[in-house]
């Protein structure tokens, strides 16, 4: 079983509309969480972090951790075609021996 | 402008060759990170290293070599040990004042196998 489980989709929604991206993980050292996007044939860059549980908002974006059931979500609001890429989930202990990374969900948002 | 660059942007190798792939940041970061990345699979931690002239191994260091001589440059050397090296390599950098500072990754080289 990975650390980090995603659906690697692809997830195809319309412009506009309210995209929820999930991830599951299994190690419970884990207590820092993060959100990547990466285009196509780019390196990833970082969306969103986050440590305790609840909800983190910036602009479209809100991650959620839900550390009881060991969830975490990112929602994009309104989404548009430039937000079509690859989201990638990650998770770091404490004590940040390493970065464990989903296998990413592939977005496209249609015009 | 700060970051992360990586040379080159794509890369032809024959089979027995080694290649040696370029990291440079100038973000005056401590840790810096090589992972591979392929398809369905994430991404997966070559080596890394937290200090010049230290680095560790990580979850498939086979087949790969690396070197810390300067804080800001970690260059990775695929050898012809690495049985199945074709793949989108990325290099990451992050600073060590606390557990809350993240990586930030480079835009990849991609390595073809010819």
């Known amino acids: 079983q990975k650390e980090v489980e995603q659906d690697p989709g692809p997830l195809s929604v319309p412009e506009g509309a309210i995209v929820s991206l999930n991830c599951t993980y299994s190690?419970?050292?884990?207590?820092?969480f993060m959100w990547y996007r990466q285009y196509s044939r780019k390196g990833p860059e970082l969306l969103m972090y986050t440590y305790s549980s609840g909800n983190k908002e910036d602009g479209r974006f809100t991650a959620q951790v839900d550390k009881s059931s060991k969830y975490i979500s990112l929602f994009i609001r309104d989404s548009q075609p430039s937000d079509s890429a690859t989201y990638l989930c990650a998770s770091v202990s404490g004590g940040y021996q390493k970065v464990t990374f989903g296998t990413g969900t592939k977005l496209q948002v249609i015009p | 402008d700060g970051g992360i660059t990586q040379s080159p942007k794509y890369l032809f190798r024959k089979e027995g060759q080694n290649v040696t792939l370029s990291c440079e940041q100038n973000l005056n970061h401590d840790a810096m990170y090589w992972y591979r990345q392929d398809p369905g699979q994430g991404l997966r931690l070559i080596y890394y290293?937290?200090?010049?002239?230290?680095?560790q191994k990580g979850d498939i260091a086979e087949g790969y070599s690396v070197s810390r001589e300067k804080k800001e440059s970690f260059p990775l050397t695929v050898t012809s040990a690495q049985k199945n090296p074709t793949a989108f390599y990325l290099c990451?950098?992050?600073?060590?004042?606390?557990?809350?500072?993240?990586?930030?990754f480079g835009p990849g080289t991609r390595l073809t196998v010819l």
């Open positions: 190690n419970s050292a884990f207590q820092y």
């Open positions: 290293s937290q200090i010049v002239n230290d680095f």
């Open positions: 990451a950098s992050r600073h060590q004042g606390g557990p809350t500072d993240t990586q930030y």
